[in-house]
Nanobody
Framework: QVQLVESGGGLVQAGGSLRLSCAAS????????MGWFRQAPGKEREFVGG?????????AYSDSVKGRFTISRDNAKNTVYLQMNSLKPEDTAVYYC?????????????????????WGQGTQVTVSS
């Protein structure tokens, strides 16, 4: 089992920045593909970004956050980060961290929520205009 705990959410003004963290415990973290998803009120959960370490550290982002958000991971700390810059009110949502131990994990899987086995509890991000 893998336990994921997100932190770093909060209230920020438009144009500001936040860094979310996802701390993982349990099995070998470095072998897992990691993803970030978000869900706004009344909307479906959507892909934000993901990282697949055994594909040369392949990263992918949704078009809505590309160029503003960056995913990174620190395997020594069992932590993945989501750096969010130039935040917009439409980024307001609960952000979830997800992990997948599936092997192989294809890069085409990274944006599919069904590809992930473990989920955190979520952290609220609110961007005011």
């Amino acid at each position: 089992q893998v336990q994921l705990v997100e932190s770093g959410g909060g209230l920020v003004q438009a144009g500001g920045s936040l860094r979310l963290s996802c701390a993982a415990s349990g099995r070998t973290f470095s072998r897992y593909a990691m993803g970030w998803f978000r869900q706004a009120p009344g909307k479906e959960r959507e892909f934000v970004g993901g990282i697949v370490i055994w594909s040369g550290g392949y990263t992918a982002y949704s078009d809505s956050v590309k160029g503003r958000f960056t995913i990174s991971r620190d395997n020594a700390k069992n932590t993945v980060y989501l750096q969010m810059n130039s935040l917009k009110p439409e980024d307001t949502a609960v952000y979830y961290c997800a992990a997948s131990g599936k092997f192989p994990f294809y890069t085409s899987d990274v944006g599919n929520s069904g590809s992930y086995d473990y989920w955190g509890q979520g952290t609220q991000v609110t961007v005011s205009s």
